[in-house]
């Protein structure tokens, strides 16, 4: 009862963007990874509040309306629109993650955790109402609709390293209730080409 108390105490109730402003602070190459796609420098006033919210936006699915306000430059519709659309990509989110794996792989816990070296793939289903390339029936688990499976990497230090979406034919559950490929192991594990050590960039 001491270690929850001590714990809940630790973790207070915060929004989602404040934490990820907070954690902009401890890590300022997160904000710094985001670049226009012009390449040229950014202009922006409080460019990272602006990428706090779309963070938010888009990782929550809740779109703009709850994150924007008028009146706020940085976080007005029109900003978070234009700062997605010219600051999210591929390129900008994959150095963006490379800092935050890093600072966890530092921490004294983490370390306690594990080395970093060994990693659990787990997989939900999910039925998909529309067409979709990796949608697949499977009657045991969507009746007469068809699904997906997504599958989550994560590895002793609590770090997801790598998420995608496969056609549920590809996995089986056991009598154990675990998850095993129906493809060969090499097929399985190219879903996932990322090292396992505490400083992968996936």
Request: include cysteine.
């Amino acid at each position: 009862m001491d270690l929850r108390a001590r714990t809940t105490a630790m973790l207070p109730r915060v929004e989602l963007p404040e934490v990820i402003l907070e954690v902009m602070g401890w890590v300022p190459e997160l904000a710094g990874a985001f670049t226009a796609v012009s390449g040229g420098r950014s202009r922006l006033k409080d460019l990272p509040v602006s990428i706090a919210a779309c963070l938010t936006a888009r990782s929550l699915n809740v779109g703009y309306r709850p994150i924007a306000k008028k009146g706020v430059e940085a976080l007005e519709r029109s900003r978070l629109s234009h700062v997605y659309q010219n600051y999210f990509r591929p390129e900008t989110l994959a150095p963006a993650n490379a800092p935050l794996v890093d600072k966890q792989a530092g921490l004294p816990l983490a370390q306690a955790w594990g080395g970093g070296l060994v990693a659990a793939v787990d997989g939900m289903r999910f039925v998909v109402p529309v067409p979709a390339a990796f949608a697949r029936p499977n009657r045991k688990y969507f009746g007469s609709k068809r699904g997906m499976t997504w599958l989550n990497a994560m590895n002793d230090r609590s770090m997801g390293r790598a998420v995608r979406m496969a056609s549920s034919r590809w996995l089986l559950q056991g009598p154990s209730g675990l998850w095993r490929p129906r493809l060969s192991y090499v097929t399985f594990m190219s879903l996932f080409p990322w090292r396992l050590g505490p400083r992968s960039r996936r």
